[in-house]
């Protein structure tokens, strides 16, 4: 199975600061298509999950431009700009390249 | 708007049987596969099933295998999972999610049903 390790596991932030998170993954996520099936998303208490970012680096509609993803291969990274307190909650990196699709621990932004 | 709404989780004895269903609307329910993943509260996402768009190919993580089977109903834009013989690491909050290969990903999610298996 592919295993995604995130870091790190917690990030107090303060309002208006950026935040980042790395996922790293024990194979490359390429596909012979040439897509690379790695995806961001975001967990509010009390909320469904949200999709913010696929294949790498696309925001998914609505997702405000604050939010982007970079990396190729195995690195992976998702940065938010300037934090707002709608964006606390639990990030997830997670990987469709092949079954078992697997996610990372989850990294909790919390607001200092 | 994708709206997914998860029902028929509760308490079950170990060793007994659930059936979740989650009732989709908002999107072309018979043109996507459908997946469950589960959480044990304040704890990581499980993947642990998908079905294809016409319900001819299913798959399952290897925890869930023989005891799992998810299906889906097309006129009634719903899909299942049959849960038996139920053990308490099966305990968790169900998700169905709707994956677009488009994306790569899976771009609507239900608010979860929770399975307590238990004596």
């Known amino acids: 199975d592919v295993v995604l390790t995130q870091t790190p596991l917690s990030s107090p932030v303060t309002l208006g600061q950026p935040a980042s998170i790395s996922c790293r993954s024990s194979?490359?996520?390429?596909?012979?298509?040439?897509?690379?099936?790695l995806s961001w998303l975001h967990q509010r208490p009390g909320q469904p999950l949200r999709l913010l970012i696929y294949?790498?680096?696309n925001r998914f509609s609505g997702v405000p431009d604050r939010f982007s993803g970079s990396g190729a291969g195995t690195d992976f990274t998702l940065k938010i700009s300037r934090v707002e307190a709608e964006d606390v909650g639990i990030y997830y990196c997670?990987?469709?390249?092949?079954?078992?699709?697997?996610f990372g621990q989850g990294t909790k932004l919390e607001i200092k | 708007e994708v709206q997914l709404v998860e029902s028929g989780g509760g308490l079950v004895q170990p060793g007994g049987s659930l059936r979740l269903s989650c009732a989709a609307s908002g999107f072309t329910f018979r043109s996507y596969w459908m997946h469950w993943v589960r959480q044990v509260p304040g704890k990581g996402l499980v993947w642990v099933a998908r079905i294809k768009t016409d319900g001819s190919h299913t798959a399952y993580a290897d925890s869930v295998k023989g005891r799992f089977t998810i299906s889906r109903d097309n006129a009634k834009n719903t899909v299942y999972l049959q849960m038996n013989s139920l053990r308490a690491e099966d305990t968790a909050i169900y998700y169905c999610?709707?994956?677009?290969f488009g994306l790569g990903s899976w771009h609507g999610w239900g608010q979860g049903t929770l399975v307590t298996v238990s004596s």
């Open positions: 194979q490359s996520l390429v596909h012979s298509d040439g897509n690379t099936y």
């Open positions: 997670m990987q469709a390249l092949q079954l078992p699709y697997t």
């Open positions: 294949k790498i680096s």
């Open positions: 999610s709707v994956y677009d």
